[in-house]
């Protein structure tokens, strides 16, 4: 089993950065494919950005390509999102997610494993 853990979110101005940090116990990630999705309220839940298990292969949503950027660190069985430049839009409960090694996959579904969410609001 893999516990996850969100920190980082908070209230910032548009035009502002966050970074969120992921933390996982129980065993390594080492060997996972990490994302993070966001869900606003009264939507669907959303896939952000997603780093394959080896940190060679990320991809994001186009809605924060050039902005947001996720990065791990296996050695502190971290995953980070880095947010710059945040607009109203971007404003939602951020989740880390983790599955199996393959692909990243755009499919909340398709995670196993899930944090319990850290909010993020940018106020314009």
């Known amino acids: 089993q893999v516990q996850l853990e969100e920190s980082g979110g908070g209230l910032v101005q548009a035009g502002g950065s966050l970074r969120l940090s992921c933390t996982a116990s129980?065993?390594?990630?080492?060997?996972?494919?990490m994302a993070w999705f966001r869900q606003a309220p009264g939507k669907e839940r959303e896939f952000v950005a997603g780093i394959s298990w080896s940190g060679r292969t990320a991809n994001y949503a186009d809605s924060v390509k050039g902005r947001f950027t996720i990065s791990r660190d296996n050695a502190k069985n971290a995953v980070y999102l880095q947010m710059d430049s945040l607009k109203p839009d971007d404003t939602a409960d951020y989740y880390c997610?983790?599955?199996?090694?393959?692909?990243?996959?755009?499919?909340?579904?398709?995670?196993?494993?899930w944090g319990q969410g850290t909010q993020v609001t940018v106020s314009s």
């Open positions: 997610a983790a599955r199996g090694p393959v692909s990243v996959q755009y499919d909340a579904n398709r995670y196993a494993y």
């Open positions: 129980g065993r390594t990630i080492s060997t996972y494919t």
